[in-house]
């Protein structure tokens, strides 16, 4: 028999060819290559062309989260399908698998991608601004430029509330939040520290008020309230809250 071009010995009834017929060519593919092929993410068409690229892993794992992010924004999580995020990426549900348990690992993973992305920016703004009240202040008005610029993220972060009987989630969620008010808190101090804050202001209470912003700019947004609630009425409560606690000079 022939097998992309080569000819092979007989095999056992276990081991047995798997025919694919297509519009230009008809051909036998050996059992284990079709399984490789399968797990690996690629797709036959018509003809035996392979209409997905073959990716690293890290790049295939990065390309499913992406895809992931447009469905459960599109769908929500409970009514996403697996299947759903693997069609969105080209792929096979048996690919998707290969790099996450389950769609619970999948909608975990996509939350803490964001959350990260979401500290890394903000420590960058902290790392080109060496006084902590604009460093503040540069880190809301960054985090409502970006949320405005990726509403399929900024969805899924606030349906992800909605998801919070599951565990997992909460838990993520808390994590994810107690992250943010930590670096806060740490930029607060700081500013205390140096002269920039009053040194009776409580950086517990104002982190949970500064947390409470980023939330509120999620809800502005996602309800379309953009001649209202734009950057010049972000900015008027950032320095509201920031004034509140500026030393006296």
């Known amino acids: 028999m022939l097998?992309?071009?080569?000819?092979?010995?007989?095999?056992s009834a276990a081991d047995a060819p798997i025919p694919f017929y297509g519009t230009e060519m008809n051909f036998l593919l050996d059992r284990s290559l079709f399984i490789d092929i399968l797990v690996s993410g690629y797709s036959l068409t018509l003809g035996g062309r392979m209409s997905t690229k073959r990716l690293p892993a890290i790049e295939r794992k990065k390309q499913i989260l992406k895809c992931a992010v447009k469905v459960f924004a599109r769908n929500n999580y409970q009514s996403t399908r697996v299947a759903d995020i693997a069609a969105e990426a080209g792929i096979s549900e048996a690919a998707v698998f290969k790099h996450f348990l389950t769609k619970n690992t999948i909608y975990l993973?996509?939350?803490?991608?964001?959350?990260?992305?979401?500290?890394?920016?903000?420590?960058?703004e902290i790392g080109k601004e060496p006084d902590a009240y604009q460093a503040l202040r540069n880190m809301g008005l960054t985090y409502f430029r970006r949320m405005s610029?990726?509403?399929?993220e900024l969805k899924v972060q606030f349906q992800a509330i909605s998801e919070?009987?599951?565990?997992e989630i909460a838990d993520r969620l808390r994590q994810d939040h107690q992250n943010y008010m930590n670096l806060i808190r740490k930029v607060i101090k700081k500013g205390m520290r140096e002269g920039s804050f009053r040194k009776d202001a409580d950086p517990d209470t104002l982190s949970w008020l500064f947390d409470g912003v980023g939330i509120l700019m999620n809800m502005m947004n996602l309800l379309s309230f953009r001649e209202k609630f734009n950057e010049k009425t972000v900015t008027k409560i950032i320095d509201h809250l920031l004034e509140s606690i500026r030393a006296c000079e």
Request: proline share 9%.
């Open 3 to 11: 097998y992309f071009g080569r000819r092979v010995p007989a095999q």
């Open 109 to 124: 993973e996509v939350l803490k991608h964001m959350s990260d992305r979401i500290l890394t920016f903000w420590e960058e």
């Open 149 to 152: 610029q990726h509403p399929e």
């Open 164 to 167: 919070v009987d599951n565990p």
